[in-house]
């Protein structure tokens, strides 16, 4: 039903910012709530922000609540992930995530890997310290 394709990783100093970006394709991406997650070597996937289908609620880990942001341009079929005094313990795979959201509440968002429906392949950030 979509397509997720994740750009914007690369590698940055410790302190520094990277804004990751996950084009969606199909024609119901206002319908989708969606997530983004980050997998280090030998780590399980955890969470890292998640966002309504509407842009209206958001969802952040401890890990990195008050260093990222998470939004969406319904209009441009895109979320973003900007993220701001990166450290070394950010490195990982982000990946964005979306969730059937259509008969939910406009407001629902998941925290959960279970709970989404479809995934982008990735992309790397590496914090350099």
């Known amino acids: 039903q979509v397509q997720l394709v994740e750009s914007g990783g690369g590698l940055v100093q410790a302190g520094g910012s990277l804004r990751l970006s996950c084009a969606a394709s199909?024609?119901?991406?206002?319908?989708?709530?969606m997530g983004w997650f980050r997998q280090a070597p030998g780590k399980e996937r955890e969470f890292v922000a998640a966002i309504s289908r509407s842009g209206g609620r958001t969802s952040y880990a401890d890990s990195v609540k008050g260093r990222v942001t998470i939004s969406r341009d319904n209009a441009k079929n895109t979320v973003y992930l900007q993220m701001n005094s990166l450290k070394p313990e950010d490195t990982a795979v982000y990946y964005c995530?979306?969730?059937?959201?259509?008969?939910?509440?406009?407001?629902?968002?998941?925290?959960?890997?279970?709970?989404?429906?479809?995934w982008g392949q990735g992309t790397q950030v590496t914090v350099s310290s």
């Open positions: 995530a979306a969730v059937d959201a259509y008969y939910r509440e406009t407001y629902y968002y998941a925290t959960g890997a279970h709970q989404y429906d479809y």
């Open positions: 199909g024609r119901t991406f206002s319908t989708y709530a």
